[in-house]
Nanobody, 123 residues
């Protein structure tokens, strides 16, 4: 089991940027698929971005493509989500997740989840 702790959330104006980090402990994440999901109030959790263990393959939700970038540093056991050109509709709790396989964009592919970090984008 991997313990995941997200950080970097906060309040930002529309058009601004934030960089989320996910620190893993308990196991190395070098062989894990890693992903970011988000859940807005009253909505279901949705996929944001995912990255394979090698870092060579990434996947993004259409709503964030071109604005968000997922990256990983296996030597530091961390994953990041760079979020640019933020919009009010990006407001949500963002969760980091670790998985062993399956489709990048499916929550069922991920076994371990962090507690989340709040991102609020004001208009």
């Amino acid at each position: 089991q991997v313990q995941l702790v997200e950080s970097g959330g906060g309040l930002v104006q529309a058009g601004g940027s934030l960089r989320l980090s996910c620190a893993a402990s308990g196991r190395t994440i070098s062989s894990f698929t890693m992903g970011w999901f988000r859940q807005a109030p009253g909505k279901e959790r949705e996929f944001v971005a995912g990255i394979l263990w090698s870092g060579l393959i990434t996947l993004y939700a259409d709503s964030v493509k071109g604005r968000f970038t997922i990256s990983r540093d296996n030597t530091k056991n961390t994953v990041h989500l760079q979020m640019n050109s933020l919009k009010p509709e990006d407001t949500a709790v963002y969760y980091c997740a670790a998985g062993g396989g399956g489709r990048l964009g499916s929550s069922s592919s991920y076994a371990d989840w962090g507690q989340g970090t709040q991102v609020t984008v004001s208009s």
